[in-house]
């Protein structure tokens, strides 16, 4: 979609639109960023004005192009573009409230505070990730409904920040070898960073970079508008993601601070702000914006309005049947399939138990649920045949198979990560992804962005403890599931058997306001469920087995692999005489949400209580008391085969047992 | 350093002496990663027989060429490296107990189990970044104390997935910028990962990629030694950092699985390893080096014992009191006067008590700190005004400021953290890198590094709470004070006031064996100590106000801007005529190492404990009990001014008075 080119002095105008609302917003608050929304005000304007398509009375139309602002401290952009436009919700006093408790305009862009951001973004890198993900998904998308679902493209406005962060080199090798040629980068290349010019810090070719990784990638004036325009032109035309890097002057229009680190993080303050508005022939009235610029903006804000109806009309011409499924997908919603297909599979788990390791559980879980959800997308980061994540009817997505729902997200942790968070909020797609839950460290920024935006992510890591092995510390989880459980809005599963596997699955595909991580073992373990009645992993913990032969004298906590050790110390406690029961917590996290009551219930009164968990004690103490048994790690972990380790770190049935033993003397 | 070529037949037995060990001892461990080992055989020999500045028997010289296998996995080419050498404690019993329990032999390269390895490998991309922290080192330290004290190479060998992993982009840039031109990565280009064909998730043109970050790169065949040694001597001439990529075959020698993803991470077989053997030449019996190939080897590794004396002889002409000083740096051991400047420091405090945000008082204690102790090398990932990390008195590291000792790292968060401790395991410096603690989720692989090896690294993490205000949720830690007393041998300070300050940074800059985080607000807050006889912070927690007018009804357990709230409620309480005492508790992990007696002492027997902390309650269980009164978040902030968040959450003396007679009814 292009429209014609504004006259000079009209695209000028409704550019300092930006700068104004930029400037004043910022001052008011007495807080932010000005100087990115001055300089980028021509990019948008052009992108905005000619390009975009977007019906700001629709900001959720499902084949509008897609806007990222990566550079989210930036966020006055996109909040002066959406009041400009008309953006329902965005009016005046919200820009007038600009970072203040209970406003539209928070800090940084937030998706779900603002109706027509896109992803909140602010961590440096994160938005252009997402982007991928966003593109990834439009591409199969239209692959599997056709160009009259889905024909749009993705733009981004990033900064040196951005590009410097390393999970942007992630994104772009995955843009460049999937040929995301409708994902158009708009590089705010203005060299200043937060300490100085940037070449006190920076000397990478960004154009050469790009092109290394298989982008089209090429250099303009970012204040003329021509010169924008054209490139995002032959951009479109390219068969490749594209760069363009637009030379801005940060701050642009500010006498004094324009081009320096001054103009970045804080007001102009009042005597800058009016030569700056003097400079660029703005009134220097607070927030005034002309009649015939709103007018004009509101237009543009309005323009897309038909290209909204001519999608609607082409979408109307597909089969009703097709129609559905499209919507249901881009709802969240899950097919009624999926829930008969996981109860098949856990009756079946009953008839047939396995033992074997959660991550091969795992796989078999996967393997029902596929045929029942076309949207579900799995993927790795270069650890297929480890994660068990592939179905064996999955076929890998590649530029050439775009209908593929398999992704090979390489040695890319991060990158995918945030490429998740963009599919899930593109929609169409419920993503998974894997890696080793030792590199959830790699992925964390993005867990986090996928934790405050809800995005229904599943995250799905294996070899979860010293179970792994030989491998050793650098690659055995001891903190990783007591640091993501302290994540806001995380779900964290350690489910014990192929039952609770296929339980804990179904919660985290059911789960669209928030991520999940599914902990999983490398080794193998026995099948302790023998019914299926309820998904009793839902409410975090539950008795697996009771009290026999008198009152519990001991409760036994446990997560994952350490169940079957609660299991094992109940027994040689019984042997000495002493009741004690066992409770598996397939979610600590969840359980710590529970009704006092049924927490109370599942903790019981038995006098001592001890958790047993491969990992380290912090979080246990809420169910166990500070005064419970732990049994776990205390340190990082070492290399040898895993029974050995189990034996080394004091984590048995046998420990256990005794250390119950030598409490109650 | 470069002696002359090895006969090819001579190369090709020393590079299969390399290839044996590896495919034996995985096939014996039955676990392991033969195949790049075999790989890189005839990169390795080319680079330990004619280029590598090291003598076996004396694996800690200060000036011996730095040798980092970035791609972990591949451990058994450093321990058949170090056998074939002579290292003295790897013997082959050693190789022969790969993998297992108390041997030398771990399954990824540990730097504190085996002696003449650099550093911990494994993680993906922390290798090359961990390699350019040590030659930035070398090259300050070169700066410093001249060539005759400081002249060496850092050799690095790099995989794909090193290369996919984002951290490796903002390695490279840094080098790049820094000019570190005794940098030399020789990339294993073998065209394989784990889930298959590199192309199957990856098609950047590597060379050009490097190049674009200011590095030399060439691409040559990785089993051809002369190609090989050529490419390394252009690459010490030339004034950049090099990438050689060196096109090799993965499983080099095994006739079915060579050049396939089945050789990477799994043992040959049985009948694959025999045919190899017959295929290379080699004897079948395991672990058979014949005589002259050992004796050719350890000749190798005595070769560098000329170099050392030559070293020894040039350092010992420099002035007594430089080779001291350069002995105590390398030592890690720290200037007398450093305790004298802190106390002196702490002193002027008690003096001119100052109300400022810890972020500053860290600032003045960095600027009592930096006359000390020439060794301490600060930086920012381009947050040097708000972390405050930069002395007046300091100078910006860059390629033409060599003695420049404060470092720009870019907004390179990970990147910096890995550096760090490259440059802390070189020896010379005590780095510490500041950014807001919410982004040390970019930095926690390294920071998990810093931890499992044991570097002194400290991290100065400012804008520590909700109480950084309008950049909001995306900006304000909630969880990462919890996950980070998560992370072993990871010590979390978050002093209250510019004493703890002063407290911390001693005990930060003091600590040898593993790293400090710097929790510091943004926000200003009172000094509350008013003595400083000893370092109260050491405890991690102690009684900064006693019960007054009674025995203590409440204990208000709080830490850093929080102890201020604490102060407050214990006054409001005492209008109610309740008697509270307040424990400042600066180090919750440092704390609960503390002996039982110490924490009861600390703790005391007040019937109401309440901890208050801008951050999630995981953690506070173990002080205050699972019945205690939790002041402080349960989910993610927001944007606003941060007095009216901390209204808003409830993080106030009023809420938590109101909190404690609730309680107490």
Avoid at 288 to 303: E, Q, T
Avoid at 383 to 397: H, R
Avoid at 546 to 567: D, M, N, P, R, Y
Avoid at 624 to 629: L, Q
Wanted: proline share 5%; net charge neutral.
């Amino acid at each position: 979609m292009s429209t014609a080119a504004l006259p000079r002095a009209q695209h000028d105008k409704l550019a300092n639109a930006i700068r104004t609302l930029a400037m004043d917003a910022v001052e008011k608050a007495k807080s932010g960023h000005p100087g990115m929304p001055m300089g980028t005000a021509d990019i948008a304007t052009v992108l905005f004005s000619r390009f975009l398509k977007f019906d700001a009375a629709n900001p959720t139309w499902p084949d509008r192009d897609r806007f990222v602002l990566s550079a989210g401290h930036g966020s006055m952009l996109v909040y002066a573009l959406l009041y400009l436009t008309g953006a329902p919700e965005m009016t005046l006093d919200e820009i007038k409230n600009f970072r203040q408790l209970g406003s539209k305009t928070p800090g940084h862009p937030e998706n779900f505070i603002t109706k027509g951001v896109e992803t909140t973004t602010g961590p440096l890198g994160q938005g252009i990730a997402t982007a991928v993900g966003m593109a990834l998904a439009e591409k199969m998308l239209a692959a599997e409904f056709g160009k009259k679902a889905v024909d749009h493209y993705t733009y981004v406005i990033a900064s040196d920040g951005d590009l410097m962060e390393g999970i942007s080199q992630e994104a772009i090798a995955m843009a460049g070898h999937w040929k995301l040629n409708k994902l158009i980068v708009l590089f705010d290349d203005n060299d200043i960073s937060i300490d100085g010019p940037l070449s006190i810090a920076d000397s990478v070719d960004q154009v050469k970079r790009f092109q290394a990784a298989g982008w089209r990638a090429e250099r303009v004036d970012g204040h003329d508008p021509e010169a924008i325009a054209a490139a995002i032109e032959r951009a479109q035309k390219s068969g490749k993601p594209s760069l363009i890097a637009c030379k801005t002057v940060i701050g642009y229009g500010a006498p004094k601070k324009a081009g320096t680190s001054k103009a970045h993080g804080e007001p102009l303050g009042a005597d800058e702000l009016k030569a700056a508005k003097e400079k660029l022939g703005i009134s220097p009235e607070p927030f005034s914006i002309a009649p015939d610029v709103l007018d004009a903006w509101r237009k543009i804000g309005a323009r897309g309005a038909a290209a909204r109806k001519t999608w609607e009309s082409l979408f109307g011409t597909l089969p009703p049947k097709k129609q559905a499924e499209f919507n249901r997908r881009l709802a969240h919603e899950r097919p009624a399939k999926l829930a008969k297909a996981l109860a098949a599979h856990k009756k079946a788990l009953i008839a047939n138990p396995q033992h074997i390791a959660t991550r091969k559980s795992s796989e078999l879980a996967i393997e029902a649920i596929v045929p029942a959800m076309p949207e579900f997308l799995a993927g790795s980061a270069d650890l297929t045949g480890s994660n068990n994540t592939k179905a064996k009817s999955a076929v890998a997505f590649s530029a050439k198979t775009p209908k593929g729902r398999y992704i090979h997200y390489g040695i890319r942790e991060h990158g995918m990560a945030a490429a998740m968070n963009g599919i899930a909020l593109h929609g169409g797609f419920a993503p998974n992804g894997a890696t080793f839950l030792v590199f959830t460290d790699y992925c964390r920024p993005a867990m986090r962005l996928s934790a405050l935006m809800g995005t229904g992510v599943v995250y799905v890591m294996t070899h979860d403890s010293i179970g792994l092995g030989e491998d050793g510390p650098t690659h055995q989880p001891v903190e990783h599931v007591a640091a993501l459980r302290a994540m806001p809005n995380m779900r964290v599963f350690r489910p014990c058997d192929a039952i609770e596997v296929a339980e804990c699955w179904e919660l985290a595909l059911n789960r669209t306001d928030g991520p999940t991580t599914l902990a999983l073992t490398r080794q193998n373990l026995p099948q302790l469920r023998t019914e299926v009645k309820a998904n009793r992993s839902a409410a975090g913990a539950y008795e697996l087995m009771k009290a026999e032969g008198g009152k519990a004298q001991v409760t036994l906590f446990a997560t994952g692999s350490e169940v079957e050790v609660a299991v094992g110390a109940r027994k040689l406690l019984a042997d000495k005489g002493i009741v004690a029961r066992v409770v598996s917590v397939p979610s600590l996290d969840l359980f710590l949400e529970q009704s006092a009551e049924i927490r109370e219930t599942v903790i019981g009164d038995a006098p001592v209580k001890v958790a047993i968990e491969a990992g380290v004690r912090m979080g246990w103490d809420a169910v166990i008391g500070n005064d419970g048994i732990f049994v776990g790690m205390t340190g990082f972990g070492a290399s040898a085969p895993y029974k050995e380790l189990y034996k080394h770190f004091g984590i048995t049935p046998e420990a256990t047992a005794e250390a119950v033993l030598a409490r109650i003397g």
